[in-house]
């Protein structure tokens, strides 16, 4: 094969890394905006920044694809040009900032352009090729502080002015008070005693999401360490303050969680960042952090190449996921992974009346949306390649049966067109069958705590049946809704009461005596329909009766339509300072 034109595989390089800098700048210009908006009290904006954040990076993909096609002819795919435009691009981006996620921008266009045969390790980033340690920045990811030196609540002040904020803090001696009395609560071993080398590591960047701003960093006392976070709100009177401090792995862990919408944090060095999470959290791999801040294709590039480790170190086979079989999604799992894979079936039986475009649309719609800690995120994926030889047989024919238009075949690969991969959680139909009263009361009570917190951030679930929500982590009992085939907006449901009987016959009729429009929901309905169990229902209505109450949901409603964005705190009210 010929050699190709001197200076050609530079050029390639080149354009791609320019479409990832545009793509960069951008994302950042976006991010950095995020104080103005919080201190603006600015919450539709955010929520509108946020939509878009996510939005562009398709966008600039395609950007990168035009300029590459205007400028260079790309086919037949010559592997020898591309072999060096890779070796090129290795070389652009040792020095760079951001060098993962520079490679999964190229392997994004790439993957664009050509046939799933050339994705190897020769053509694309299937491993990573230049280590994100010790990148140099002019901003370091963290500062130091010595509370030994200059006292804990002096480092603690140091700590909130040192975060930038324009607006002056409600009262932040009373702020730092009770910052104080938390910290030496969690962070000395008795008798209390500061270890000479005692340290507050604090990010250097504000962590924004949603109506907070939250400061991140660790405590270290001797071998003693306690990561926390501190909250601050809006005060509503161009004033700010510390709403709480989350002290420890389980609250952060939380605070970090799938389930919520991406932060806003401006660093130049994401994978700082990252590392410095990871510290606070080690049992959370790099996939949820890239996440977390916003970097959701770094996240799905992480995951990947993790899972194919996974699988050549690994003998399980897929299997269905545990729950009742969806009627929309074919849903399966690696029993050694703690994911579930979702494939759309081909046609959906009655009483389903959506189709293909409609789901692939709410997906969208969620992965657009404030999850508000209810929602699973979701990893999608194209033209996944899986080892025939990984699929129980009886999840295979499932699959050919019912899936076909997604699946194909090539030598010993299952290639799934369009994959859908979301945590795995409990089916909470599955925990409360097998919950004693006191875990069932716990279920039934987040499990409507989670419709609300929905319905305040204008999502209706569409489908209440438990088998639609899950239970995340170990016995914690927090309660996450994952199957989106039916949802809507909240403010697109008509809530209704169902109109007094014209007869006493009439509650007899097989069919109702009122008209029943598409979008028309009779909430006091649901228990009757939800809870076939006494024991079930009787758990549900001693914390949720007024779910059941058509004003409820109007009242929703009429906020959304004002502009009212209730609060929905990712941590305990218990632990949030009085005012």
Same mark, same amino acid.
């Given at each position: 094969?010929?050699?190709?034109?001197?200076?050609?595989?530079?050029?390639?390089?080149?354009?791609?890394?320019?479409?990832?800098?545009?793509?960069?700048? !951008?994302?950042?210009?976006?991010?950095?905006?995020?104080?103005?908006?919080?201190?603006?009290?600015?919450?539709?904006?955010?929520?509108?920044?946020?939509?878009? %954040?996510?939005?562009?990076?398709?966008?600039?993909? *395609?950007?990168?694809?035009?300029?590459?096609?205007?400028?260079?002819?790309?086919?037949?795919?010559?592997?020898?040009?591309?072999?060096?435009?890779?070796?090129?691009?290795?070389?652009?981006?040792?020095?760079?900032? /951001?060098?993962? +996620?520079?490679?999964?921008?190229?392997?994004?266009?790439?993957?664009?352009?050509? =046939?799933?045969?050339?994705?190897?390790?020769?053509?694309?980033?299937?491993?990573?090729?230049?280590? @994100?340690?010790?990148?140099?920045?002019?901003?370091?990811?963290?500062?130091?502080?010595? &509370?030994?030196?200059?006292?804990?609540?002096?480092?603690?002040?140091?700590?909130?002015?040192?975060?930038?904020?324009?607006?002056?803090?409600?009262? !932040?001696?009373?702020?730092?008070?009770?910052?104080?009395?938390?910290?030496?609560? =969690? @962070?000395?071993? =008795?008798?209390?005693?500061?270890?000479?080398?005692?340290?507050?590591?604090?990010?250097?960047?504000?962590?924004?999401?949603?109506?907070?701003?939250?400061?991140?960093? %660790? $405590?270290?006392?001797?071998?003693?360490?306690?990561?926390?976070?501190?909250?601050?709100?809006?005060?509503?009177?161009?004033?700010?303050?510390?709403?709480?401090?989350?002290?420890?792995?389980?609250?952060?862990?939380?605070?970090?969680?799938?389930?919520?919408?991406?932060?806003?944090?401006?660093?130049?060095?994401?994978?700082?960042?990252?590392?410095?999470?990871?510290?606070?959290?080690?049992?959370?791999? *790099?996939?949820?952090?890239?996440?977390?801040?916003?970097?959701?294709?770094?996240?799905?590039?992480?995951?990947?190449?993790?899972?194919?480790? =996974?699988?050549?170190?690994?003998?399980?086979?897929?299997?269905?996921?545990?729950?009742?079989?969806?009627?929309?999604?074919?849903?399966?799992?690696? &029993?050694?992974? &703690?994911?579930?894979?979702?494939?759309?079936?081909?046609?959906?039986?009655?009483?389903?009346?959506?189709? %293909?475009?409609?789901?692939? #649309?709410?997906?969208?719609?969620?992965?657009?949306?404030?999850?508000?800690?209810?929602?699973?995120?979701?990893?999608?994926?194209?033209?996944?390649?899986?080892? %025939?030889?990984?699929?129980?047989?009886?999840?295979?024919?499932?699959?050919?049966? @019912?899936?076909?238009?997604?699946?194909?075949?090539?030598?010993?690969? !299952?290639?799934?067109?369009?994959?859908?991969?979301?945590?795995?959680? @409990?089916?909470?139909?599955?925990?409360? $069958?097998?919950?004693?009263?006191?875990?069932?009361?716990?279920?039934?009570?987040?499990?409507?705590?989670?419709? *609300?917190?929905?319905?305040?951030?204008?999502?209706? &679930?569409?489908?209440?049946?438990? *088998?639609?929500?899950?239970?995340?982590?170990?016995?914690?009992?927090?309660?996450?809704?994952?199957?989106?085939?039916?949802?809507?907006?909240?403010?697109?449901?008509?809530?209704?009461?169902?109109?007094?009987?014209?007869?006493?016959?009439?509650?007899?009729?097989?069919?109702?005596?009122?008209?029943?429009?598409?979008? #028309?929901?009779?909430?006091? /309905?649901?228990?009757?329909?939800?809870?076939?169990?006494?024991?079930?229902?009787?758990?549900?209505?001693?914390?949720?009766?007024? +779910?059941?109450?058509?004003?409820?949901?109007?009242?929703?409603?009429?906020?959304?339509?004002?502009?009212?964005?209730?609060?929905?705190?990712?941590?305990?009210?218990?632990?949030?300072?009085?005012?």
């Amino acid at each position: 094969m010929d050699r190709p034109v001197k200076g050609l595989p530079l050029q390639i390089a080149s354009t791609v890394l320019n479409g990832f800098n545009r793509h960069f700048t !951008i994302f950042s210009k976006i991010t950095k905006g995020a104080k103005e908006r919080f201190e603006n009290a600015d919450w539709h904006a955010e929520r509108a920044a946020s939509r878009e %954040r996510i939005a562009f990076y398709d966008k600039r993909v *395609k950007d990168a694809i035009a300029d590459l096609q205007k400028m260079f002819n790309l086919e037949p795919f010559d592997s020898r040009l591309w072999f060096d435009v890779k070796r090129e691009y290795v070389q652009l981006i040792s020095d760079h900032l /951001q060098p993962e +996620l520079a490679e999964s921008f190229y392997n994004s266009v790439f993957c664009a352009l050509f =046939h799933r045969d050339y994705f190897g390790n020769d053509y694309i980033f299937v491993r990573s090729a230049v280590s @994100t340690e010790f990148i140099d920045s002019d901003k370091p990811s963290y500062h130091v502080y010595y &509370p030994a030196r200059r006292g804990i609540r002096s480092s603690i002040k140091q700590v909130l002015l040192d975060s930038g904020f324009n607006l002056p803090f409600e009262n !932040i001696d009373r702020d730092v008070r009770y910052i104080t009395r938390s910290l030496i609560r =969690h @962070t000395f071993p =008795h008798p209390r005693r500061v270890h000479l080398n005692f340290q507050f590591q604090v990010i250097s960047a504000v962590f924004y999401r949603n109506k907070a701003a939250y400061i991140v960093g %660790r $405590a270290m006392n001797s071998n003693k360490v306690v990561p926390f976070a501190i909250p601050i709100l809006h005060g509503g009177e161009d004033t700010i303050y510390c709403d709480a401090i989350i002290i420890g792995r389980q609250g952060l862990a939380r605070l970090f969680e799938f389930s919520y919408v991406y932060f806003m944090v401006d660093h130049p060095v994401p994978s700082s960042i990252v590392t410095f999470l990871r510290r606070l959290i080690p049992t959370r791999n *790099k996939e949820s952090f890239y996440s977390a801040i916003g970097f959701h294709k770094q996240g799905k590039t992480v995951f990947f190449r993790e899972f194919l480790h =996974h699988l050549k170190h690994s003998e399980d086979e897929l299997v269905f996921a545990p729950g009742i079989k969806g009627m929309v999604m074919a849903v399966f799992t690696l &029993p050694s992974y &703690p994911y579930v894979f979702k494939v759309i079936r081909d046609r959906f039986p009655p009483p389903k009346k959506t189709t %293909r475009q409609e789901v692939l #649309d709410t997906y969208r719609l969620v992965k657009m949306h404030d999850r508000v800690g209810r929602m699973s995120d979701i990893l999608e994926y194209s033209h996944v390649a899986l080892p %025939r030889n990984r699929f129980s047989a009886d999840l295979l024919e499932e699959l050919y049966d @019912t899936c076909a238009n997604s699946i194909s075949e090539e030598g010993d690969q !299952i290639v799934i067109k369009h994959l859908y991969i979301e945590r795995r959680m @409990t089916p909470l139909n599955i925990a409360v $069958a097998e919950a004693d009263d006191e875990y069932l009361d716990k279920l039934m009570k987040g499990y409507g705590q989670a419709i *609300k917190d929905l319905a305040a951030a204008n999502i209706f &679930p569409g489908d209440l049946l438990l *088998k639609n929500f899950g239970v995340t982590g170990q016995g914690q009992g927090r309660i996450v809704f994952y199957d989106y085939d039916e949802i809507c907006y909240l403010t697109e449901c008509n809530f209704r009461e169902i109109p007094a009987a014209r007869y006493p016959e009439d509650e007899f009729a097989a069919e109702p005596w009122y008209s029943i429009a598409a979008n #028309d929901i009779f909430p006091e /309905q649901f228990a009757t329909f939800l809870f076939a169990d006494q024991r079930v229902r009787k758990a549900f209505l001693k914390y949720h009766r007024d +779910l059941l109450d058509a004003d409820f949901w109007i009242q929703k409603q009429r906020n959304i339509e004002d502009g009212i964005y209730e609060d929905v705190f990712p941590y305990p009210q218990k632990i949030r300072f009085k005012r």
